[in-house]
């Protein structure tokens, strides 16, 4: 199977002298270089964000309403019939 070429992209930071000594401390203990370690834990906390974004949890009850609503749809009303009429045909 042929290699796919990946492409790295190069990100430069400005920190604190304090900042960055925590990290190597930090990268000591987790035995790993600093790049891995910021990338891993940025990586893990950009999903994070992600996730909390996208993702919508509801209550059981609230999930039966969705639901209901979805089985049951209510009639459409004059604001909902006459946005479908002046949709472009």
Request: glycine share 0%.
């Given at each position: ?52 974004a996208e ?12 639901l209901d ?5 209510p009639a ?14």
């Amino acid at each position: 199977m042929p290699r796919v070429a990946e492409e790295n992209s190069r990100m430069s930071l400005r920190i604190h002298s304090a900042d960055k000594a925590l990290l190597l401390r930090a990268v000591a203990y987790a035995h790993t270089d600093l790049t891995d370690f910021v990338l891993r834990n940025a990586m893990q906390a950009a999903k994070t964000v992600i996730a909390e974004a996208e993702e919508v949890s509801l209550s059981e009850r609230d999930s039966l309403r969705v639901l209901d609503a979805l089985e049951n749809p209510p009639a459409p009303n004059a604001k909902l019939l006459a946005a479908a009429r002046a949709l472009p045909r």
